[in-house]
Every structure is written in structure tokens, then in C-alpha cells.
DNA sequence: ATGAAAGCGCTAACAC
DNA sequence: GTGTTAGCGCTTTCAT
């Protein structure tokens, strides 16, 4: 009954007699024999988790994609540990030092600037698979995965122009962060494309429904409104419902994300479907991958694409 | 230049001199030193991670307690472990001791049907602070901080019931999980003591939205209806509207947890408020709090209570 | 199929 | 203010 063998049962129970295994897991059961997992990996110098960073966990959508990792690295006998930058680059290049240091087995970044150059660094040089998810990046630090923000609000622009909608703002939190430039990026493209011209409504509001809220009051001008996401898109609806300006008959009003919200709201919201699940399943997949970095290496970035969902609000 | 030095400088840089301090520093930058805290754990005999065991990450409740946590506990240099069940206290058994192999400076079960007996009793046996939060528990393992779900859902019942309404449905996905019976339960205590009857209109599908959009088919005799979440409750009211069925004239409509959402729609929503973030945040408190274990000897269960808000859907 | 020896990288305790 | 010694609990390697 020596140590190494009870290591042995608990790892590759195969290897070890049918009878001693028995004997071992009947006294771990009795004593509630818990291994340490810091010594294991300090053995075999390497850690079993995978450490993801995302801006807040708030966003339903960090949320999801979360979810998804999380379930394909239990798959894997893997533990998650989770940070949380609130968009500070600052915190994230601390968070990475600090999640690096359990060695984890991988990395997945929800959104490419929840680090600063220094965070970036370090992963580089860490030498394990990193993730950046959600958006794509040109020049990941291993490999990138998620859609263009950009052109998914260009294609819901062209969208409202088709309809016949001329004065389309687009409603966005203030400060700017994350991917909302890009939103903004891709809504402009489409109206430059159509010879038209649309104002930026920023709203400093922490959340998002306040902000689409508070946004109703300024487009009284505007025929068509984009919104940064569907949780603001919902918060414009309940605005102009108070406001009195029917939708869509006065106004058109779009989201980005397609939340669950979007298809029972009313009227129910037109948006952009975004792959989500599949985005934080695929992280989990590069993770555990061994031929990851070839991966990689053929093709830097991975575009899981976008859906526009036409519904009953343009 | 010895190596405790080192680590000293780290953790303690005042026991250090400040020119070796900075040394090291400039060191510790040019090679991108990073700590090994697998190693440290070991050589301290203890980790520096909080754990975390939520039924589903998707949940607002839960992802909002579980961000206030995380604030919590990367001020106290510690990250965040997280598992999730999906409402299995089978994975909550088996996570529990996952966790419990990085030795972490405790845990929080969001809910306390997260494990089943066995979860619990190594988590009793490992003798580190456990909070059990978002619901009160009798004889929690170590404190418990949440509030009564079945005492909101009666006062919000009782609302109802002084408003006028005779006829009141609760909407509630199926199966039923988590705390959805004790919120049936404070709804059913309200009918009994007016001498109510009331019907339980159980929807099996995953998402929240649908079984509110799905249930509002259900409720043509019903003159109002409380649901298990506001998530619910926003599909109601667009299953209702679809059906042409005014809110509130026709039928009263309530939700549970005053998600940010509930004041935006339209009808703005009739809801009880609780405590998310000052849970979670409480839960990070006991997990730092050397007294842990005296304040729970003291009051096993910490009443964070809950607030009813009405607005205009009831 | 099982065991013995060595060492992973760090920190506690005790010098100096 | 800094260094030395020992050891944390496992796993790897090499016997047996």
C-alpha cells in the first residue's frame, strides 16, 4: 500500500491490480481522501486548469461563451479560473501574471484588449495555447476566433438603407469600449457607401437598457436607430414606447446579438445572430488540441461569421 | 541574490532593501519572471483561490453575484475557481472535490442544492469558510446569505391579492429547479390564506424567455400571473401582447429578481428586487474574514431580505 | 504490479 | 537585510 500506488489508482486505475484498487478506493472513500493538486503540479510542472478573461461577467454574452468553455474543459477534467477586467487593460495584464502563475494549460481572452501589450507579452512567451475570442484579431498572440464586428453592422446597415430608411443613428454607451467602434466602423461604411449621414448617440450610462432608455429622447430626427447591443435595443424600444413613436412605422429599431429577449420583445427585435456557444466550444477545442499551434500557425484567425435576423422592428 | 530574497521581495517588498528590491525588480521585468503558485501553495500549504459552484453561468442572478465576488476576491489578491452544475447535484459532487484539490481559501455554492450529501460532507470535512448563498438554509456547513424566496413571492402574492386580482397563475419552467418550489410555495401560502385557488402552469423548455412567451397561450382565465424570474415574465408580456390581452387591464403580470430589463418594458414590470451583488459581495467578505467561523457559529443564516417593486404591469 | 529515490519551485523557521 | 536548511505532497524514473 505504498503512496506511489494510491497516485497510480487515482490516475491510471488500469495499471493497478484490480484488488489493490479496490482497497485504495474503499480507504480513500473512508478517510475522504482529497489529492492536493498543487503538488501534482508542481510534479509534473504543469497545471490542469484553463484560465479565461473577459471584460465583465455581466455581458450575456461573455456569459454564454463562458459557459461553453467551461463545459468542454469539465470534459477535459480541467477547473476554469475567471477574471474580470471591466475593461481595463491595466487589470488585465495583472490578471494575466496572476493566472499564469497556476500554470494553466490554456488561455482564452474574450476580446482582444482586455490586456495591454504587457499582458501580451507574457502570454507570448508562456508558451501555451491563448485564445483571443469573439472578435478577430490580425495578428493574434496564438490564435483568433469569433466574427467581424464590423462587418456585421455594416450588412444590418445596408439592411435599414434597403428599407428605405435615411436618418439611421446608432446608440452606444459611453464611454466607448470594446467592440462598439467597430459596430460604429461598420454602421458608418454602409452610410457612406449610400451617400447618407447619421449621428452617434453615446449615453454615459453604466447599463445597457438605461442607455438605450435614455437614448429615446434624442431621435426624435432619426427614422431609423442601430444599437450597440440587444440589451440597449430593448431599453430604446421601452423609450420611445413612452415617447409615444411607433415602431416601426416611425422609426425602425435594431439590435446586435440576438439575445433570447430579442425574439419576444414588441415589436419583436431585428438583429445580428453571433455564434456565440460555438465561439467559447471552439476556444475549449484549441485548448486541448495538441496540434494547436499548427493550427494556428495555417490560419491565424478562424471567422465563425454572423446572421442578420430580420424581424417585426425594421 | 538568493532566491528568498526574492521571494521576499515579491510578497513583502518593505522587508526588503530598497536597492536589492529594485534589482530584483529589474530582473524580475527582463526575464518575465512569473512566480509558480503551485509551488507556493505547496510550500504554504494552503491556495490562494476562491472557489465558486453556480447551477449555470447564464443566469443573471448568478452572474451578478459571482462578479461581485470576483471584485471581492482579486482585492484580496485571490482568483476565482468556477464550476458549474446545470442544476446536477451529481457534477456539483464531483466539482466539489475538484475544487477541494487546489486547496482553496473557501467556497461559495450558489444555492445549496448545487452538491448533493456527499459535496457536502467534504466540504465540512475540509475546514475552510463556505457560504451558501442567494437562499436562507437551516443548518448551512458553514454560513448561509441570501433571502426567504418563498416569503418574496408571498408578498408579492399578497399584492396581487389586495389589488383585487382573484385569479392568479405562476409560470415556471419544467422541470422545476432550484429555487423555483419555494417560490411556488410563498405563492400557494398567499392563495391558501385568502382562500384562493391558483394554477401552476409548468412549461419545459431551457430558456426563460420562451417559457414566458409559451405560457401566455395558458392564462386566458387567468386575471394574473407571477413567474419564477422577470426573464419569464418579459416573455409573458410578449405572448400576451401577441394575443392582444391588455397588461395590466386584462391580466396583471409580475416577475421575480428586477432584472435591469424590468424597467424598461412595456408595461415596466411589477417585480421583487433582492440583493444579487450585496450577496456576493458578503460571500467574499466571510471568505476573508478570519472570524468566519465565529460569525457563523453566531447567525448561520445572514437575512439580506428583498423588496418589492411595483411598477406598472401589477 | 509495486516500490524507492530524487526532485519539482517555493516558503517557514531559524541563523547570521 | 539576507542566507541556509528543510520540507510541502506529489510524480517521474528506474528498479524489482
Not at 500500500?1 to 488500469?14: D, F, K, N
Not at 436607430?225 to 413613436?245: E, F, H, N
Request: net charge neutral; with cysteine; hydrophobic share 50%.
Amino acid at each position: 500500500v505504498g503512496a506511489i500506488t494510491v497516485s497510480r489508482a487515482i490516475r491510471e486505475p488500469l495499471t493497478v491490480a484490480p484488488a489493490t484498487l479496490q482497497r485504495i478506493e474503499a480507504a480513500i472513500a473512508e478517510v475522504g481522501y482529497i489529492p492536493n493538486q498543487s503538488a501534482a503540479d508542481l510534479a509534473r510542472g504543469a497545471g490542469r486548469t484553463v484560465a479565461a478573461v473577459v471584460p465583465t461577467l455581466e455581458a450575456p454574452y461573455f456569459a454564454a461563451g463562458l459557459a461553453a468553455l467551461i463545459e468542454r474543459a469539465e470534459a477535459e477534467q480541467a477547473s476554469l479560473s475567471i477574471g474580470q477586467t471591466l475593461y481595463d487593460p491595466a487589470r488585465g495584464d495583472r490578471l494575466v501574471t496572476a493566472l499564469l502563475a497556476s500554470r494553466p494549460r490554456g488561455v482564452v481572452l474574450f476580446g482582444a484588449d482586455v490586456t495591454g501589450p504587457a499582458g501580451r507579452a507574457a502570454l507570448a512567451r508562456a508558451d501555451i495555447p491563448v485564445v483571443e475570442a469573439w472578435e478577430l484579431v490580425a495578428r493574434p498572440i496564438g490564435i483568433s476566433i469569433g466574427f467581424s464586428h464590423q462587418a456585421a453592422c455594416q450588412r444590418l446597415a445596408e439592411h435599414l438603407i434597403a428599407r428605405g430608411r435615411r436618418r439611421i443613428a446608432f446608440v452606444v454607451r459611453a464611454p466607448i469600449v470594446g467592440r462598439a467602434a467597430q459596430r460604429i466602423a461598420g454602421w458608418r461604411a454602409a452610410l457612406d457607401a449610400a451617400g447618407l449621414t447619421g449621428e452617434v448617440v453615446a449615453v454615459p450610462e453604466a447599463q445597457p437598457y438605461a442607455v438605450g432608455w435614455l437614448a429615446a429622447t434624442q431621435l426624435d430626427t432619426s427614422d431609423a436607430v442601430m444599437c450597440a447591443a440587444d440589451t440597449v435595443a430593448v431599453g430604446v424600444l421601452g423609450g420611445l414606447a413612452r415617447r409615444g413613436r411607433r415602431v416601426p412605422e416611425d422609426i425602425a429599431v435594431a439590435g446586435f446579438g440576438d439575445l433570447d429577449v430579442a425574439a419576444v420583445v414588441t415589436p419583436a427585435l431585428t438583429t445580428i445572430a453571433v455564434p456565440t456557444a460555438r465561439i467559447g466550444a471552439a476556444a475549449g477545442d484549441h485548448l486541448f488540441d495538441p496540434r494547436w499551434r499548427d493550427a494556428a500557425a495555417a490560419a491565424p484567425a478562424r471567422d465563425f461569421g454572423f446572421e442578420l435576423v430580420v424581424r417585426d422592428s425594421a
